[in-house]
């Protein structure tokens, strides 16, 4: 992991990484402007929570049947509000929408296409833990002048453009990658900027750390329970045992997991054979962003970016990590082991 050795907004960062490629229109420069104005609203949203006392569950039940927290929904139209009108976007897909979201007629439409979890994390909300925003972008697939449609949205991930996502934690970080390594920008809110912080992360090759929910392993397959308690021997050079740490916040377990390494997975068990995480806005960006520092991300069968997607909403077991970490589980899990 390399500090920064400079100040930069991450406005100028981006500006001054589109001046290398010639042809570059400044639109991306534009929608992360656009993008992150949205998360700064999002963060101050978080931050008020309690004192505004909208902290609480709403009567409202997401796609997926759960309930949502009012600041899912506020973070969703923060979302939609913000880049709805730039004419960056094609079109959006988002947890909280069961269909896809158009751009209102009056707008003018752009060319990219944005994936997102306005709040992941959010059985964290009353008690104070760290929750983020998870993003994904890619190119449309449709011709400007049709309607998009599905297809806009259900790319491999590989495709991505750029992926990242905000945390608001102890200070509100915003990690993100083009496809060119991952940095990390952390807000300042006396200047209203987001400044450099970490430049070209990448995630150590093994680590000490496992992330799951332990209190699944009833239901895990036996090779699954097999790779979690050897993480937990003593071994003879001193790598295990592993510690175990985990949130609840997929995004902000994967945070730790990029800066320490080790190990996240949600895996697919005898009830949820795709596990619980979506694969279109949640795990394909988390997969950009840990390849793009050098981990693995994988289903177990194959690399999450890889998987062709066939619903919006759909899931998929997620094993993510530092790359010797996630192979050991993959030789587990193939009985190699
Ligand atoms: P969301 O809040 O967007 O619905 O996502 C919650 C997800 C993810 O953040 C986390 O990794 C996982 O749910 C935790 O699930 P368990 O409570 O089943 O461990
Ligand atoms: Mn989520
Ligand atoms: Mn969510």
């Given at each position: 992991?390399?500090?920064?050795?400079?100040?930069?907004?991450?406005?100028?960062?981006?500006?001054?990484q589109e001046n290398f490629h010639p042809g570059a229109s400044g639109e991306f420069t534009s929608f992360m402007h656009d993008l992150t104005f949205a998360v700064r609203l999002i963060a101050r949203e978080v931050r008020r929570a309690g004192i505004n006392d909208i902290i609480g569950l709403t009567d409202e039940v997401n796609v997926h049947g759960e309930q949502v927290k009012k600041l899912d929904i506020i973070a969703n139209e923060i979302i939609i509000k913000s880049m709805n009108h730039t004419g960056k976007l094609a079109v959006m897909a988002s947890e909280?929408?069961?269909?896809?979201?158009?751009?209102?007629?009056?707008?003018?439409?752009?060319?990219?296409?944005?994936?997102?979890?306005?709040?992941?994390?959010?059985?964290?909300?009353?008690v104070n833990v760290t929750i983020g925003t998870i993003f994904?972008?890619?190119k449309r697939v449709t011709k400007s002048d049709e309607e998009c449609n599905v297809d806009d949205v259900l790319q491999k991930g590989y495709k991505q453009i750029a992926s990242g996502y905000a945390l608001y934690g102890s200070s509100t970080v915003f990690v993100y990658t083009t496809g060119n390594g991952v940095n990390a920008f952390t807000y300042d809110p006396?200047?209203?900027e987001f400044i450099l912080s970490y430049e070209g992360i990448t995630i150590p090759e093994r680590g000490k750390y496992y992330s799951t929910n332990e209190g699944n392993s009833y239901k895990w397959s036996?090779?699954?329970?097999?790779?979690?308690?050897?993480l937990k021997e003593k071994s003879e050079d001193g790598f295990r045992p592993?510690?175990?740490?985990?949130?609840?916040?997929?995004?902000?377990?994967?945070?730790?997991t990029l800066l320490y390494g080790g190990i996240f997975a949600y895996p697919s068990d005898k009830s949820n054979p795709n596990g619980k995480l979506r694969l279109v806005y949640e795990c394909n960006p988390l997969a950009m962003l840990i390849e793009q520092a050098g981990g693995m991300a994988t289903n177990g069968k194959e690399r999450i970016l890889d998987i062709q997607?066939?619903?919006?909403?759909?899931?998929?077991?997620?094993?993510?990590?530092s790359k010797y970490d996630v192979e050991e589980c993959m030789a587990f899990l193939n009985d190699n082991k």
């Amino acid at each position: 992991m390399i500090k920064v050795s400079r100040f930069i907004t991450l406005d100028n960062f981006i500006t001054k990484q589109e001046n290398f490629h010639p042809g570059a229109s400044g639109e991306f420069t534009s929608f992360m402007h656009d993008l992150t104005f949205a998360v700064r609203l999002i963060a101050r949203e978080v931050r008020r929570a309690g004192i505004n006392d909208i902290i609480g569950l709403t009567d409202e039940v997401n796609v997926h049947g759960e309930q949502v927290k009012k600041l899912d929904i506020i973070a969703n139209e923060i979302i939609i509000k913000s880049m709805n009108h730039t004419g960056k976007l094609a079109v959006m897909a988002s947890e909280e929408n069961e269909e896809l979201i158009q751009i209102p007629s009056k707008y003018p439409k752009g060319k990219y296409v944005l994936v997102f979890d306005p709040l992941d994390g959010s059985s964290n909300i009353d008690v104070n833990v760290t929750i983020g925003t998870i993003f994904g972008l890619y190119k449309r697939v449709t011709k400007s002048d049709e309607e998009c449609n599905v297809d806009d949205v259900l790319q491999k991930g590989y495709k991505q453009i750029a992926s990242g996502y905000a945390l608001y934690g102890s200070s509100t970080v915003f990690v993100y990658t083009t496809g060119n390594g991952v940095n990390a920008f952390t807000y300042d809110p006396t200047v209203g900027e987001f400044i450099l912080s970490y430049e070209g992360i990448t995630i150590p090759e093994r680590g000490k750390y496992y992330s799951t929910n332990e209190g699944n392993s009833y239901k895990w397959s036996e090779q699954f329970k097999k790779y979690i308690n050897y993480l937990k021997e003593k071994s003879e050079d001193g790598f295990r045992p592993y510690s175990a740490r985990y949130i609840g916040s997929g995004v902000a377990d994967i945070h730790r997991t990029l800066l320490y390494g080790g190990i996240f997975a949600y895996p697919s068990d005898k009830s949820n054979p795709n596990g619980k995480l979506r694969l279109v806005y949640e795990c394909n960006p988390l997969a950009m962003l840990i390849e793009q520092a050098g981990g693995m991300a994988t289903n177990g069968k194959e690399r999450i970016l890889d998987i062709q997607p066939k619903n919006i909403h759909e899931r998929s077991p997620l094993y993510l990590g530092s790359k010797y970490d996630v192979e050991e589980c993959m030789a587990f899990l193939n009985d190699n082991k």
